[in-house]
């Protein structure tokens, strides 16, 4: 019988303060931090979900919504919101506060997709990740929209192959020596 696990068994949330040393040149979060935010609490995430060793192997569709500002905290919320034999996709909510008035808002969402891998963890090879299935209204719809968004991942998956496999692995100034 196939493994099943709810997705708040998944759950993690992370709460950090955005401190000046987190800025960007413009007074923000840097982007580039709060992508370190998302990769950590989404692979705590998927280690939840199948208590094995996962790589990360996409990060879809990160919409900054609104801007995360200094001194406001910044809540990473994750959960396993779709699996397929060896990966499991995980929906990133990250909500902002400004921790002086209590507002709290939607600052952006994302997806990653995690691949589970025979590792120190777990050494076998034939294994299938467990199904997942929501508890709530909200993890319910973001549930549902799964099978969709893993049909247009592995489109974009090809069309990205066939792009990469054009792409030059030469030196800029060797490439220009070649064509003068």
């Known amino acids: 019988m196939e493994e099943t696990k709810y997705c708040k068994e998944s759950m993690v949330i992370q709460t ?26 989404a692979s705590i995430s998927v280690t939840r979900h199948c208590r094995r060793g996962a790589v990360t192997a996409s990060l879809d569709s990160l919409n900054f919504l609104k801007p995360l500002h200094e001194n406001h905290s910044v809540c990473v919320e994750s959960y396993v919101s779709g699996t397929h034999h060896k990966s499991m996709e995980v929906f990133v909510k990250i909500i902002g506060e400004n921790l002086t008035t209590g507002e709290r808002y939607l600052a952006a969402t994302c997806f990653t997709t995690f691949v589970a891998v025979p590792s120190h963890m777990n050494e076998e090879v034939e294994f299938t990740v467990p199904k997942v299935l929501p508890s709530s209204t909200e993890e319910a719809m973001v549930c549902s929209g799964y099978e969709k968004r893993r049909t247009q991942r592995l489109h974009e998956r090809d069309e990205y192959k066939e792009f990469a496999k054009r792409l030059s692995l030469e030196l800029p100034w060797n490439e220009s020596e070649k064509e003068s």
């Not at 950090?16 to 609490?41: C, E, Q, V």
């Open 16 to 41: 950090h303060r955005i401190f000046p040393f987190d800025l960007n040149p413009f007074g923000f979060l840097f982007g580039g931090k709060l992508m370190t935010m998302i990769d950590d609490a």
